[in-house]
């Protein structure tokens, strides 16, 4: 039998995304085949996404990150959720937090009886039963245990770090386990004639690089998916209608917030994202709505400190490309789609990505079924982020300007129509077995839109509504209690800093 086993693997682009990808594959193919990397210093890389959610870790626990190494060398700092501020209304604030509702041994089951008694009178607020808000909002942290007994328990953490000394420290990683960096500007694709796979890079310095599997890591040019291979892009801006975002970063003038904001604006909503030696912010809008100088006005005049250089225009388009994954090239990253950042969902993307390609990693054939499972899959992904996403510029009640106004009547996703009517008529939240935001974050969401839900699971009814009351007065205090015994954020972080191991980098 002939040994159809990839001999070689070619990224093209060394972003978050290239370097992801070859940080992992390195890890996974232990030198079985060659990898190598192209990227462009003329190019250069986006240059944001320093927001992250919880599944981080596992990406990290896989390549092998030491975690006070990774803290350290990153300026990273710990976030607990999302403060979102004057989505429903102006003014109006509400948090998004990682982890769960409730007492360490309550399930989803808590929210019933929240909404229950919400509905019976109870004016407390949600952000009340979440240990992770209630840490957030007080400029605490603490890492979660796995102690179902411990209140720390319900938490759930992930970072802000400096998007390119993530990279560095990504590509320090990988070419320890041997990826070969290559420096050029990619002038060609060559393509096999009868098959159309491509089978080389040649760089504007003549150099000729060929490979077996191709990953398109070149951010939004999508160069080999979109260019080369013609995979189609799914436009999503009729949903998702902002297009523009201008970047600055600003000098820190407080500790870290371990939270990111989001705060909505005229025409779209600015993101502060605290780092230990800046303060990363961004205006992410709809240019159908206000112009590049009003933005970047507002974006001026909200910043905490002083600014640290002019905002960085950025261009984008939501959606995705229907086929990710196409003959041998397999995109990760922005050139696979692009989801705006309310949720910070772009990483937690290319990981799912790099997930899926290592359980359907091909052979030299790449049988179409492989690629065909990749791209259901990968779809599947990208449509419940996006439905996410929606509900947050649909839901709003007060916000008068056109984007808004906009927003509030269009027309949406069958699945999110449907997943707000489940949740208004009956408090239920329901969910695909493999959906990435989870029973807290849509309840919280949901909630702090603006949607009430107007019943609850019946079930609840077997508790009496006095002992209900009881329990959750019990842990609303309790709560508060945990919130106060954690260290400061910046406590956390001190200490995990100081907790590095041995110098030695983590290898293979
Ligand atoms: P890029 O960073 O653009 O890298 C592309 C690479 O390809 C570069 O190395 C470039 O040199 C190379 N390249 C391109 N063409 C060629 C060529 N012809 N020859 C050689 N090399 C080439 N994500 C989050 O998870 N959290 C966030 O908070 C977040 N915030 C964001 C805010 C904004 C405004 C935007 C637009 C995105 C944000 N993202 C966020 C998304 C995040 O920035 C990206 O997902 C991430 O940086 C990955 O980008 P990439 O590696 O795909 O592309």
Request: proline share 6%.
């Amino acid at each position: 039998m002939t040994d159809r086993r990839i001999r070689q693997v070619v990224i093209l682009g060394g972003g978050t995304a290239g370097w992801m990808a070859a940080a992992a594959l390195s890890k996974a193919a232990k030198r079985q085949f060659r990898i190598s990397l192209i990227e462009s210093d003329e190019i250069g890389t986006i240059g944001v996404g320093e927001a992250t959610i919880p599944t981080i870790h596992w990406f990290n626990q896989l390549v092998g990150l030491d975690e006070a190494r990774f803290v350290r060398e990153t300026q990273a700092t710990y976030k607990l959720g999302i403060e979102f501020v004057g989505w429903a209304k102006p003014g109006h604030r509400y948090f998004h937090p990682f982890g769960r509702y409730g007492a360490p041994p309550d399930g989803p089951m808590f929210l019933h009886h929240l909404i229950r008694a919400r509905l019976g009178g109870l004016a407390d607020r949600f952000e009340d039963y979440s240990l992770a808000t209630q840490a957030a909002l007080a400029g605490r942290f603490a890492k979660p245990t796995d102690d179902p007994r411990n209140w720390l328990s319900t938490l759930g953490y992930a970072y802000h770090f400096d998007a390119a000394l993530y990279a560095r420290h990504l590509r320090e990683l990988a070419e320890s386990r041997g990826v070969a960096r290559r420096e050029g500007k990619v002038a060609r694709v060559e393509q096999d004639g009868e098959t159309g796979f491509v089978t080389a890079l040649v760089t504007d310095r003549g150099e000729r690089i060929e490979g077996d599997l191709f990953l398109d890591c070149s951010g939004m040019r999508a160069l080999l998916i979109g260019d080369t291979l013609g995979s189609p892009f799914e436009d999503w801006s009729h949903w998702l209608p902002c297009d523009r975002a201008l970047a600055v970063p600003s000098e820190r003038v407080a500790p870290p917030t371990p939270f990111t904001r989001a705060t909505a604006d005229e025409a779209g909503w600015r993101w502060r994202i605290p780092l230990r030696h800046r303060t990363g912010n961004g205006y992410v809008y709809s240019s159908a709505f206000i112009g590049d100088d009003a933005a970047a006005a507002a974006l001026l005049a909200g910043l905490d400190g002083r600014p640290l250089a002019d905002p960085r225009p950025i261009r984008f388009r939501t959606g995705r490309r229907r086929e990710a994954w196409r003959k041998n090239v397999v995109a990760v990253g922005l050139s696979s789609g692009f989801l705006e950042p309310l949720e910070s969902t772009s990483i937690h993307l290319i990981q799912s990505a790099i997930a899926k390609l290592l359980s359907l990693f091909p052979t030299r054939d790449c049988e179409p079924l492989v690629a065909e499972q990749f791209n259901r899959v990968l779809g599947d992904d990208y449509e419940a982020v996006r439905d996410f996403l929606v509900l947050h510029y649909h839901a709003t009640a007060d916000r008068t300007q056109p984007l808004w106004e906009h927003c509030r009547h269009m027309m949406l996703p069958d699945t999110l129509v449907y997943k707000e009517e489940q949740f208004r008529r009956t408090g239920r939240i329901v969910l695909g077995t493999d959906e990435l935001f989870r029973e807290a974050s849509w309840f919280a969401v949901l909630m702090g839109q603006g949607i009430a839900p107007r019943d609850y699971n019946p079930l609840m009814d077997a508790v009496p509504a006095g002992a209900a009351l009881a329990h959750l007065a019990q842990v609303k205090q309790a709560i508060r209690a945990a919130a106060e015994r954690m260290p400061s954020h910046e406590a956390a972080l001190r200490d995990q800093i100081a907790a590095e191991p041995a110098p030695a980098r983590a290898v293979a």
